[in-house]
Each structure stands twice: as structure tokens, then as C-alpha cells.
């Protein structure tokens, strides 16, 4: 079965620096997407960036890329130049090729909190 | 713009009462998803759909029951609350051409008494 592992429950970062939180995932599947999406204080979850096991590029959007480490199952999340903003709880999900109909594993969530 | 809505956002139920959330989009999509999170964890997955009048059980599906009326709108019925479903759950909805990322409703906090 499918696992998804945040082991960093919190990390604080001054502003304007860059922080990185760390992901591994269990899956059976040769075929599977990555996930990373933000939950803010008002619980208001929000989708960030994708990373496509059969990709070897990192995906970057915006402030955010990853750091896609396939033979060691990993997925970190990296935010550059952050914001105050950037202050929020990330998950890392998996989505299994044959997995429940496209649905999400999720990770216990990693709480970023950025000072100013 | 795509969305998806969830009502009530907050509701206080009896143990032993029955609970019915309820969740629209207007994503056009044909997958929708009913999670669960508790306090301090990531989300898990009760129900989901595929297609209308067609339910699926997730990974916890006990207690709970969906129905899926039409593409639009997915319901999660708790037909007798308990203690331990005291938490927030969360719509969300999906398709291949949005490569399957889903997007989520603003949560329902269900406070059972």
C-alpha cells in the first residue's frame, strides 16, 4: 500500500530565505504523480506543484520547486525568497497510476513558519 | 472560475443524530473526493466518485455513506454521528485534463456532541 512520509512537523525560517522540508513515499506502482499543496491558517487547501515520476526535471513554479530523488523515494519542497505569506502547513500527496480513481495519500503535513 | 463549495462550513451535532455535508462544484470534473482531516494530521480519504449515481469506498469508509446525484454535487451522510467523527472534512474534485490535481473545498468543521 501506499505511504507518504513528513517527518519535519515544523520548521521556522527568517524572511526572505529559502526553506526546504523533506517527503519520502512507499509505492508499488512504476507510474505515479507527486503532489504538494499549502494549507493556510484559515484551512483553505490550496494545490502548489507537480512532479511526474517519469520526469527527471525538477518542477519549478514560481518561489517553488522540488527536489525530486527517485532511488530514494523522495520529494523535498523548496520555497525561495519567502514570505510571510509563504507561513502555512504543506502536505506532500502521492497519486498511484492504479490507485483509488486519482484519489490522494497524503503526508502528515510539514508547519512552516516564516519571521519576520 | 472553478470551485467547489461545501455547505454547512460548520455544524454541532448529537451522537446519534444524522449528518449530511454537502459538496458542489462547478469544475466541470468527473472525479470528487470526500477527506477527512483531525487536528494535526494530513487528510484521509472516506469516499469518492467517478461518475453520477456511482460511489466508491476510500480508505475509511466506516460510518460514513456518499451519494453522487449528479456530476455537480456529492454528499457525505453520517447516518448515526458519533464522538470519534468530531473533524473537518474536505471536498474535492479532479479530472485528466487537470492531470488529475485536485481542487479543494474551504472545509466543513463537524463538532459532534
Known amino acids: 500500500a501506499q505511504k507518504v512520509t513528513q517527518t519535519q512537523t515544523s520548521i521556522s525560517v527568517m524572511e526572505k530565505t529559502t526553506v526546504t522540508m523533506d517527503c519520502v513515499y512507499e509505492t508499488q506502482d512504476s507510474s505515479y504523480f507527486l503532489f504538494w499543496y499549502k494549507q493556510t491558517a484559515s484551512g483553505e487547501i490550496v494545490f502548489l506543484i507537480r512532479?511526474?515520476?517519469?520526469?527527471?526535471e525538477n518542477a519549478t513554479v514560481g518561489h517553488y520547486s522540488l527536489n525530486f530523488q527517485k532511488p530514494k523515494s523522495s520529494i523535498g519542497l523548496i520555497i525561495t525568497a519567502t514570505q510571510i505569506e509563504d507561513s502555512a502547513v504543506y502536505f506532500c500527496?502521492?497519486?498511484?497510476?492504479?490507485?483509488?480513481?486519482?484519489?490522494?495519500?497524503f503526508g502528515s503535513g510539514t508547519k512552516v513558519i516564516v519571521l519576520p | 472560475e472553478a470551485a467547489v463549495t461545501q455547505s454547512p462550513r460548520s455544524k454541532v451535532a448529537v451522537t446519534g443524530g444524522k449528518v449530511t455535508l454537502s459538496c458542489h462544484q462547478t469544475n466541470n470534473h468527473d472525479y470528487m473526493y470526500w477527506y477527512r482531516q483531525d487536528t494535526g494530521h494530513g487528510l484521509r480519504l472516506i469516499h469518492y466518485?467517478?461518475?453520477?449515481?456511482?460511489?466508491e469506498k476510500g480508505d475509511i469508509p466506516d460510518g460514513y455513506k456518499a451519494s453522487r446525484p449528479s456530476q455537480e454535487n456529492f454528499s457525505l451522510i453520517l447516518e448515526l454521528a458519533s464522538l470519534s467523527q468530531t473533524a473537518v472534512y474536505f471536498c474535492a474534485s479532479s479530472d485528466a485534463q487537470s492531470s488529475y490535481e485536485q481542487y479543494f473545498g474551504p472545509g466543513t468543521r463537524l463538532t459532534v456532541l
Open positions: 500527496a502521492m497519486r498511484e497510476e492504479t490507485g483509488f480513481a486519482s484519489a490522494l495519500t
Open positions: 466518485s467517478y461518475v453520477a449515481d456511482s460511489t
Open positions: 512532479q511526474d515520476s517519469y520526469k527527471k
